[in-house]
């Protein structure tokens, strides 16, 4: 099918990453997605990620086996893909927004993915809050 495809995933960052290290993380992830034709949108709090790639399906799936052998990322885990009519981020190489607590309180159901350790069924069953989240994000930034 041609058109767009995307994969919705959530990691864990194997240390703790200070701001410079992160600010260069997404120098290099808009860099990469730039040259690759990729946008996105990227959530991070407290060493956690929540993260939408979006582009040409081989381009996609090449660009998630790279991040899930990233030794920046543990406990990778895909929550949703598929093909889309047209990109959910298309202005963005790569959307960014650093969460913090006082904010993550604020969102339904977003305190679950981001601070509270959830069983893989857990996360396996949460695509719908998870894309709400990410479309909140998109609006408000």
């Known amino acids: 099918?041609?058109?767009?495809?995307?994969?919705?995933?959530?990691?864990?960052?194997?240390?703790?990453?200070?701001?410079?290290?992160?600010?260069?993380?997404?120098?290099?992830?808009?860099?990469?997605?730039?040259?690759?034709?990729?946008?996105?949108?990227?959530?991070?709090?407290?060493?956690?990620?929540?993260?939408?790639?979006?582009g040409k399906e081989e381009k996609i799936k090449q660009l998630f086996n790279d991040i899930s052998r990233d030794e920046r990322h543990n406990t990778i885990v895909k929550i949703l893909e598929g093909h889309a009519e047209e990109r959910l981020f298309p202005d963005w190489s790569m959307g960014f927004h650093r969460i913090s607590n006082k904010q993550s309180s604020r969102i339904k159901g977003f305190t679950n993915f981001m601070n509270d350790e959830l069983s893989m069924e857990q996360l396996m069953g949460s695509s719908a809050e998870i894309m709400e989240i990410l479309n909140r994000f998109k609006r408000h930034t």
Do not use: W
């Open 1 to 54: 099918m041609e058109g767009i495809y995307y994969i919705v995933y959530v990691s864990a960052a194997a240390k703790p990453m200070s701001e410079a290290e992160l600010d260069q993380f997404l120098v290099d992830i808009r860099r990469r997605n730039k040259k690759l034709g990729v946008t996105g949108m990227l959530l991070y709090n407290r060493g956690n990620f929540i993260q939408v790639i979006e």
